[in-house]
T-cell receptor, first 115, second 117 residues
Framework: KQEVTQIPAALSVPEGENLVLNCSFT??????LQWFRQDPGKGLTSLLL?????REQTSGRLNASLDKSSGRSTLYIAASQPGDSATYLC??????????????FGQGTTLQVKP | DTEVTQTPKHLVMGMTNKKSLKCEQH?????MYWYKQKAKKPPELMFV???????INESVPSRFSPECPNSSLLNLHLHALQPEDSALYLC????????????????FGQGTRLTVV
């Protein structure tokens, strides 16, 4: 059974720091991995999607990497800003669900960026 | 346009009421999903529709009844709910992985905050 873990559960940093959020998964048989952002009481905003054949994806100050063989992904945020404060969720789509798109989520990392 | 629209944003209902949640997308996605999210927990999958047919029901109680009337709309009909069903209900859509589609990036709506009293 696929399990997704995110460490740390919470993180507080001063503005301007570069930071890394971690995501690990137990079964490397995945179709893709997606990172989301969630503000309190709101829906999920898609940040980056990495296909299983890719090593990384970049969008602005965000860079996500994927090492499928070791079951790890990282989300790198450069020059953090108070507006980056939110909960960050990673989710994997396992192989074997190719006709459904089912996502399995980690517990999330709650980030606070202090001015 | 990568928007998934959910209505209503907030809903308070009694345990004997019948209500419906609605979800709409115009991205041409043929997979649509309902998730339930409790406070400080990740979303949990409830239902998946692929090409307007129910493909996954994650053992959800029958008091929740999904409906996909066409490729752009997804409904969740609620009846005789319990207070423990209070949660944020999220709708999502993506291209369906069926038929070899590669980019299955999922897009979520803002959710309906449901309170059962």
């Amino acid at each position: 059974k696929q399990e997704v873990t995110q460490i740390p559960a919470a993180l507080s940093v001063p503005e301007g720091e570069n930071l890394v959020l971690n995501c690990s998964f137990t079964d490397s048989a995945i179709y893709n991995l997606q990172w989301f952002r969630q503000d309190p009481g709101k829906g999920l905003t898609s940040l980056l999607l990495i296909q299983s054949s890719q090593r990384e994806q970049t969008s602005g100050r965000l860079n996500a990497s994927l090492d499928k063989s070791s079951g790890r992904s990282t989300l790198y945020i450069a020059a953090s800003q108070p507006g980056d404060s939110a909960t960050y969720l990673c989710a994997v789509r396992p192989l074997g669900t190719s006709n459904t798109g089912k996502l399995i989520f980690g517990q999330g990392t709650t980030l606070q960026v202090k001015p | 346009d990568t928007e998934v629209t959910q209505t209503p944003k907030h809903l308070v209902m009694g345990m004997t009421n019948k209500k419906s949640l609605k979800c709409e997308q115009h991205m041409g996605h043929r997979a649509m999903y309902w998730y339930k999210q409790k406070a400080k927990k990740p979303p949990e999958l409830m239902f998946v529709y692929s090409y307007e047919k129910l493909s996954i029901n994650e053992s959800v109680p029958s008091r929740f009844s999904p409906e996909c009337p066409n490729s752009s709309l997804l409904n969740l009909h609620l009846h005789a709910l319990q207070p423990e069903d209070s949660a944020l209900y999220l709708c999502a859509s993506s291209h369906s992985p069926a038929r070899g589609r590669q980019n299955t990036e999922a897009f979520f709506g803002q959710g309906t905050r449901l309170t059962v009293v």
